[in-house]
């Protein structure tokens, strides 16, 4: 079963390569990690419109700057410097593109989705997207402004 999520992933992340916009999104706090390019699809432009009920490939290309076992994602909604915990289909980082063990200056491809809920307000906000390793230090942080529309 763990080859077909490798292969689904992997499948996933050619299509999110071919139809991805580099975002120019703010790093806020890579420190165990460098990043190259944040994807976000589809969004054209900033701030990206998300809709409710649809999700959004996300694929953030990065350097490692440590090694690790593990990794975690979490993702937050800032919203007037309060950070809302967003969910995600898959928060180990392991398992959305990365082959683990994570090695010290090798470059990773980490692929997830970002589902927009209906219960989500009609509101903008600021999505923060961390990858966390075995030591709780971000491989990478990034933000980028969203409004999240019906």
């Known amino acids: ?9 992997a499948l996933l992340a050619l299509g999110a390569l071919c ?5 120019k999104f703010r790093d806020c706090g890579s420190t165990a990690g460098k990043i190259i390019q944040v994807d976000v699809t589809p969004c054209p432009t900033l701030p990206c419109v998300l809709h409710k009920g649809k999700s959004y490939a996300v694929n953030v290309t990065f350097t ?4 690790s076992q593990t ?17 995600i289909p898959n928060s180990d ?21 970002l589902p927009v809920k209906n219960e ?4 903008k ?26």
């Open 93 to 113: 980082g392991c398992k959305s593109g990365i082959r683990c063990p994570i090695r010290n200056n090798q470059i990773y491809h980490y692929i997830n989705y």
């Open 64 to 67: 490692s700057k440590t090694s």
């Open 19 to 23: 139809e991805a916009e580099p975002m």
């Open 125 to 150: 906000v600021v999505v923060e997207w961390e990858l966390k390793d075995e030591n709780d230090k971000d491989l990478f942080c990034w933000r980028l402004p969203v409004q999240i529309a019906n």
């Open 120 to 123: 989500y307000p009609s509101i």
């Open 1 to 9: 079963m763990e080859t077909v999520y490798r292969l689904l992933a």
């Open 71 to 87: 990794s975690v994602a979490a993702v937050h909604g800032i919203l007037s410097g309060v950070p809302i915990p967003f969910s």
